[in-house]
Structure formats: structure tokens, C-alpha cells
């Protein structure tokens, strides 16, 4: 069984920056398709990032794209999100995700995509 928890999650203010990150224990770590993903409330969970088990392949959504930067660590067994030019758009519930299966080479942006999930952690961006 994977387990995900997040850290990182706070409150800042708008163009300020904010790294998130997520550790995750059991499975091998090296073979996961990660992602980020984040949620208001009364809305759908939405795609952020996401890096490919091989090669390090990564994907963003366009609202995040050109200021956050997803990267992962196989020694630590952490993925990062470091998010820069915070604006209160931005505010939500951050969670991380893994897959364990699949092709090694896929940057995946579907919640069906997943099968383990964080606990999430809160980032709140004032303006």
C-alpha cells in the first residue's frame, strides 16, 4: 500500500512563492506516474502537474504554466511542487497522486488515472 503526505501548504501573499512537497512510503517510488492536483470548495478536483515515471517527463495545466514547477526525487522518495507568482486564483487544496502502473513514459492529468492520493494541504494566496 502507497501512502502520500503532503507538507508545504500555507498562506502567502499574491506574487509570493511556495514549494509543496510530497513524501510518499511503499511500492517503489521510481516507478510511480506522479501529479498535483488542487480543489476549492464546490468545484471539481483539477489537474496542476504531473511527471512521468521514466525520463522525468512533465506536463502542467495551462493556468500554472510558466510559474510552477513540478520535479521529483527517486533517492527521497519526494515529489515537489514548487509554485512562484502565487495569485489568489491559486488558493485551494493541493494534493499529490501516484500510479504504480502503466507505461513508465505517460504524464497522466485524469483523477481517474490515479490510484493513491494525500491527504491534501491547504494553500491560501491573499492579495
Known amino acids: 500500500q502507497v501512502q502520500l503526505v503532503e507538507s508545504g501548504g500555507g498562506l502567502v501573499q499574491a506574487g509570493d512563492s511556495l514549494t509543496l512537497s510530497c513524501a510518499a512510503s511503499?511500492?517503489?517510488?521510481?516507478?510511480?506516474?506522479l501529479g498535483w492536483f488542487r480543489q476549492t470548495p464546490g468545484k471539481e478536483r483539477e489537474f496542476v502537474a504531473a511527471?512521468?515515471?521514466?525520463?522525468?517527463?512533465?506536463y502542467y495545466s495551462d493556468s500554472v504554466k510558466g510559474r510552477f514547477t513540478i520535479y521529483r526525487d527517486n533517492a527521497k522518495n519526494t515529489v515537489t511542487l514548487q509554485m512562484n507568482s502565487l495569485k489568489p486564483e491559486d488558493t485551494a487544496v493541493y494534493y499529490c497522486?501516484?500510479?504504480?502502473?502503466?507505461?513508465?513514459?505517460?504524464?497522466?492529468?485524469?483523477?481517474?488515472?490515479?490510484?493513491?492520493w494525500g491527504q491534501g494541504t491547504q494553500v491560501t494566496v491573499s492579495s
Open positions: 497522486a501516484a500510479r504504480g502502473s502503466g507505461s513508465r513514459y505517460l504524464t497522466l492529468t485524469l483523477l481517474k488515472d490515479y490510484d493513491y
Open positions: 511503499g511500492g517503489t517510488f521510481s516507478s510511480y506516474a
Open positions: 511527471i512521468s515515471a521514466g525520463r522525468g517527463y512533465k
